[in-house]
């Protein structure tokens, strides 16, 4: 397995170095030469474009029937994975993301305090837990953690809720002892009030607070507009292939 490894060495992203760390997500490999790095929906592959092992590791996924995003490290590779789940797979753009040299707390503060008087922020406790986990817009806030323990030794989330129901969130998707990498939930009914930008906001100083990295990777236009309102900046867009695509739109 370590030579595998060695094929994300400089890879810098927070998701496979928390399946380095054991935290989150696994390592596949295939002859040294093909190697996946699997943490909940992503699939982030490293290897040899050209190696034969490729057929192999792919179909392994791709006949598990489940939603995956494909990662691939060189632009070589994600044509070499398109040409081998040719019909499996569909095309898609989602946009990197980087940490300014310092975000604006100020700002930050004032976008937290933004959202209507009922609304009452709070971090994630084990109540906001469990409802995260019993609805599908919200799930992801938490689901890769496994139990409220590890969520509590390991995660961090900001939680939106009106009469204590929970109606939108900015968590951690994953984590490793570096930083967490953020996701953000609004329910359908309580969109377009500022909602996600004042949990996002709030989890972003409380990152800082604790010297965490806040990493964002956007999915969607809409994800990409709020990142950039927090004060990240834009670093480019980078394809992946949808492997076993939902009918339903991705989040962000």
Known sequence: MGECLSLFDGWDN????????GMQGRFHCEGGRAAACENGDFLFLAGDADASEWEALLTRFSDQGFFRILVSRTPELHERVGQILQGSVTAETRYALGLPEAFDREHLSRLAQQI????????????CYHQALAQTWSCDACLQFGSWDSYRAHGLGVAALKDGVLIGSASSYSSCSQGIEIQVDVR??????????????RLILECLDRGLIPEWDAASDVSLHL???????????????FLNAPTTPEKE
């Open 116 to 127: 209507p008087a009922e609304i009452e922020l709070r971090l994630f406790d084990e109540d």
């Open 227 to 241: 990142a950039q309102k927090l004060g990240y900046r834009y670093a480019g867009s980078y394809p992946v292939w």
């Open 14 to 21: 927070l998701m496979i170095q928390s399946a380095r760390e």
């Open 188 to 201: 359908a009914d309580y969109q377009r009030r500022g909602i996600a930008a004042a949990c996002s906001a």
